[in-house]
């Protein structure tokens, strides 16, 4: 098994960055998910109620500044907030984070078409992961929604794919195209494992650094969502769900927490370490 891809979120819930390679730290990759697009209240907006963000790209500049890119709308450099003004989010396990100042939240809410803000978690290592999904004391990550890396596998995905043109005849519809694996925002990408093998890992090694296996990644109605035309469908979640479902969620992919640090590369082996 090898990595074949890794990507980047400079912001939650924007257009991915796929990378050569990436720093692990115990929070996740670095450079992933440290910034966030809240309302007024504070409570996060994702591209699961506001589509508009997947016309954003973000790119991480260097001492922890950012580039914000989209269609029709002047590029932005947001530096490093500092001094540290904190405002309220509603985040899990999260009730405070940096501001990202006006000129950003002004270019937010002209591009997205709705009061917006930014933030930024200044603190990386002040988020525990939530015990429900796998979290164990020390356990920190970043502002994605459960885990510090998500992990989907190719093997899996091409499974998935044959059970939705399965769907798809037994409904008497359209076959439809594959799947994008862009789809599920992993972090990284697998290629070489059976389908669904990543069901009964519990410790990874990629390239030189080791993972602990949180649990599976519940997915939500943001993989229906086509990031680039943002239209909406039924799929993959209505498969999921007939093969998948579990506990009240429709599993696809798995949650990994850092055990060493150290630098992933595309191309690095992956290995399956024993308890």
């Known amino acids: 098994m090898r990595i074949v891809g890794i990507n980047l979120y400079p912001v939650k819930s924007t257009r991915a960055r796929a990378v050569d390679r990436a720093r692990v730290e115990h929070w996740g990759l670095a450079g992933d998910r440290r910034w966030a697009v809240v309302a007024p209240d504070g409570e996060p907006i994702t591209a699961r109620q506001c589509r508009a963000l997947f016309t954003?790209?973000?790119?991480?500049?260097?001492?922890?500044?950012?580039?914000?890119?989209?269609?029709?709308?002047?590029?932005?450099?947001?530096?490093?907030?500092?001094?540290?003004?904190?405002?309220?989010?509603?985040?899990?396990?999260?009730?405070?984070?940096?501001?990202?100042?006006?000129?950003?939240?002004?270019?937010?809410?002209?591009?997205?078409?709705?009061?917006?803000?930014?933030?930024?978690?200044?603190?990386?290592?002040?988020?525990?992961?939530?015990?429900?999904?796998?979290?164990?004391?020390?356990?920190?990550?970043?502002?994605?929604?459960?885990?510090?890396?998500?992990?989907?596998?190719?093997?899996?995905?091409?499974?998935?794919?044959?059970?939705?043109?399965?769907?798809?005849?037994?409904?008497?519809?359209?076959?439809p195209e594959p799947l994008e694996v862009g789809r599920f925002r992993a972090n990284v990408v697998v290629e070489g494992a059976p389908a669904f093998a990543e069901d009964d890992w519990q410790r990874l090694r990629l390239g030189p650094v080791d993972f602990r296996v949180a649990g599976p990644c519940g997915r939500c109605v943001m993989t229906t969502i086509d990031p680039d035309s943002r239209e909406g469908g039924k799929e993959p979640i209505r498969t999921l769900a007939r093969h998948r479902r579990s506990g009240g969620w429709a599993w696809f992919g798995i949650q990994l927490v850092p055990q060493t640090l150290g630098e992933i590369a595309v191309g690095d082996p992956v290995e399956v370490l024993h308890p």
């Open 56 to 175: 954003v790209t973000a790119e991480n500049l260097p001492g922890d500044s950012l580039r914000l890119t989209a269609p029709g709308a002047p590029d932005l450099v947001v530096p490093r907030p500092e001094p540290v003004h904190d405002v309220p989010v509603g985040f899990i396990n999260l009730d405070h984070a940096a501001a990202g100042g006006d000129a950003a939240d002004e270019w937010l809410t002209a591009t997205l078409g709705r009061p917006a803000r930014l933030v930024w978690l200044a603190d990386p290592t002040a988020r525990a992961v939530p015990s429900d999904v796998g979290g164990l004391p020390g356990d920190v990550y970043q502002l994605g929604d459960t885990a510090p890396i998500h992990v989907v596998t190719l093997g899996s995905l091409r499974r998935l794919d044959d059970w939705i043109a399965e769907t798809a005849v037994e409904r008497g519809e359209e076959l």
